[in-house]
T-cell receptor, first 116, second 113 residues
Framework: NAGVMQNPRHLVRRRGQEARLRCSPV?????VYWYRQLPEEGLKFMVY????????ESGMPKERFSAEFPKEGPSILRIQQVVRGDSAAYFC??????????????FGQGTRLTVV | GENVEQHPSTLSVQEGDSAVIKCTYS??????FPWYKQELGKRPQLIID?????GEKKDQRIAVTLNKTAKHFSLHITETQPEDSAVYFC????????????FGAGTILRVKS
C-alpha cells in the first residue's frame, strides 16, 4: 500500500530551464494538492486538482507555472524558465473523495528544487 | 478565502512540560481541522484532526480543542519529550465543497532535555 510518491526527490536546474515534478497519489485517491515550502517557512497552497480538472489554482503564479492531473498517470507540476526564486521544496498531497468521513490528506516526501 | 493564523512561531519547553499551540481561522464554513508534524527534511505527517461536530479529541499525549463560535482551535502536548521537537502546522478545510487545506505558518517546537 504505497503512499504518495513524488519524483525526483532532488532536482537541480539552471536558470531558464524547465522543471517537471511528478506526483503519484495514494491508490484510489482522486484529489491532489500541490504546496510550496520555502526554507523555514510554511506550506503555501498552489493548486488543487481532480482527475482531468483543475479545481482551484488560486495559489499558482500566473506565469510559468502549470499543473495537470491526467486520467492516466501522475500529476505533473511544470515550471518553465525557472528563476532562483523558484528554489523550494514542493510537496504533493492526496486525499479521497471530499465530503466523506475520511478526508485525511497524505503528503509525499517532496521534491527539492534548486535553481543555479 | 480561508486565512489561518498560528501562534506562537517558536516555542521552547522543558522536557516533561506541556506545550500549547493556538490557531484561528476566518471562514465559518470550515469544518475539518488537522494538525501536521514536520521533522527536519521530512514530509508533514498528520498527528491528529478534529471535525466541527466535536469540541475536543485526545490521543495519548496529544489533544486538540475546537471553539467554533470563536473560530479557534488548539493543540496540546503533555509530558513533552525530545522527539516531539519539530515544526507543527495547523490547517482548516471546508470538507463539503471540495475546498483546499489552508495551513498556518507553523510553530517550531523545541523540547529541551
Amino acid at each position: 500500500n504505497a503512499g504518495v510518491m513524488q519524483n525526483p526527490r532532488h532536482l537541480v536546474r539552471r536558470r531558464g530551464q524547465e522543471a517537471r515534478l511528478r506526483c503519484s497519489p495514494v491508490k484510489g485517491h482522486s484529489h491532489v494538492y500541490w504546496y510550496r515550502q520555502l526554507p523555514e517557512e510554511g506550506l503555501k497552497f498552489m493548486v488543487y486538482l481532480q482527475k482531468e480538472n483543475i479545481i482551484d489554482e488560486s495559489g499558482m503564479p500566473k506565469e510559468r507555472f502549470s499543473a495537470e492531473f491526467p486520467k492516466e498517470g501522475p500529476s505533473i507540476l511544470r515550471i518553465q524558465q525557472v528563476v532562483r526564486g523558484d528554489s523550494a521544496a514542493y510537496f504533493c498531497a492526496s486525499s479521497p473523495i471530499q465530503g466523506r468521513a475520511n478526508t485525511e490528506a497524505f503528503f509525499g516526501q517532496g521534491t527539492r528544487l534548486t535553481v543555479v | 478565502g480561508e486565512n489561518v493564523e498560528q501562534h506562537p512561531s517558536t516555542l521552547s519547553v522543558q522536557e516533561g512540560d506541556s506545550a500549547v499551540i493556538k490557531c484561528t481561522y476566518s471562514d465559518s464554513a470550515s469544518n475539518y481541522f488537522p494538525w501536521y508534524k514536520q521533522e527536519l527534511g521530512k514530509r508533514p505527517q498528520l498527528i491528529i484532526d478534529i471535525r466541527s461536530n466535536v469540541g475536543e479529541k485526545k490521543d495519548q499525549r496529544i489533544a486538540v480543542t475546537l471553539n467554533k463560535t470563536a473560530k479557534h482551535f488548539s493543540l496540546h502536548i503533555t509530558e513533552t519529550q525530545p522527539e516531539d521537537s519539530a515544526v507543527y502546522f495547523c490547517a482548516a478545510m471546508d470538507m463539503e465543497y471540495g475546498n483546499k487545506l489552508v495551513f498556518g505558518a507553523g510553530t517550531i517546537l523545541r523540547v529541551k532535555s
